[in-house]
């Protein structure tokens, strides 16, 4: 079925390549489900060698495991691994059609980031953004052509979650949304067509869950009672595991957003800034026990 908004398929672009501004965590994710969906190159870019070579690991580590459960047979395995590549300089987007950036959640940098690429790409090629919250108006404004700029909001693990937001900017044109959904259609992402408003429609609901608990933490309740209470309520996760999924600067930054859109709606955890502030990955230890720091953070030690 046609989603939503979803313009004529028949203006939608094909896709021969793929780059992937970033080489994080959500970048290399990215990076695996295009060339497994997509079966064409992916090529990483960051601004340096480790980094690029941590996210080309990771992809080459998860087809590991996709081969182990039989996910992929060692034929597949093989092309993934080829398919994804790194590179230092965006010229290797050159003749990509689809670019997607996942780098640090600031206007300002995300721009930049789209100008940098804009400057190599063709005309027809579609500039998307995994951002969580930001707007995509903004994002494209001050491009040559603002019109490839589309909202790609996916949901981590980004190989499991079903849903992509899919977000058109005031500018984008309706063979740039129809790449997107094709695009989508083929990683076989559930998209929906939301409006370019402050965190999109998911993380509304995340930023207002995940506020609510650590404002309770913030407020004295522990740490694993805030937590745990919730277990009952048949919710795939606990809050605070899905904090440290997200990455507590993401959850804060999108928090910081909402807060500076709907000052009443949406408070900032004192706690939650903090933690980040102090430069801690997360919330639990992989051994999923309460850092003993973290605590110290939230509960005054
Ligand atoms: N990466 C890749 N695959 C993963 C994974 C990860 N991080 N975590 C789990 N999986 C895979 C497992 O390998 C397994 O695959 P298999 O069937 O091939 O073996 C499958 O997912 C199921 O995993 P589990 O058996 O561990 O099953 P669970 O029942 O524990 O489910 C979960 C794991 C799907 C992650 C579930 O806990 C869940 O849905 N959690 C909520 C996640 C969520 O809400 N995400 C949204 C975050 S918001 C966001 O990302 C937006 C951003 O802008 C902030």
Known sequence: KKPAGAPDKALARKVTKVGVVGAGLMASQL????????????????????????????????????LAKGRVSADQAGRLRALVSGSLTKDA?????????????????KRKVLAEVEAVVSDECVLATNTSSLSITAMASGLRRPERVVGFHFFNPVAV????????????????????????????????????APAFVV????????????????????????????????LPMTPFTLLQLVGPAVALHVAETMHAAFPERYGVSGNLATLVAAGKPGVYGSDFQIDPEVRTLFEGG
């Open 31 to 66: 990076a695996l489900l295009f060339a497994r969906r997509l079966e064409v190159p992916v090529v990483l870019t960051d601004l340096d060698q480790a980094r690029l070579d941590k996210g080309v690991g990771y992809v080459r580590a998860e087809v590991d495991k996709l």
């Open 93 to 109: 987007f050159a003749d990509a059609d689809f670019v997607i950036e996942a780098v640090f959640e600031d206007l300002d940098v």
């Open 161 to 196: 979650m079903p849903l992509l937001e899919i977000v058109r900017g005031d500018a984008t044109d309706d063979a740039t949304l129809a790449t997107a959904f094709s695009v989508a259609k083929t990683l076989k992402k559930s998209s929906v067509l939301v409006k370019d």
């Open 203 to 234: 993380n509304r609901l995340l930023t207002r869950f995940m506020g609510e608990i650590t404002a309770a933490a913030d407020e004295g309740t522990p740490l694993e009672v805030a937590d745990h209470a919730l277990d009952g309520l048949g």
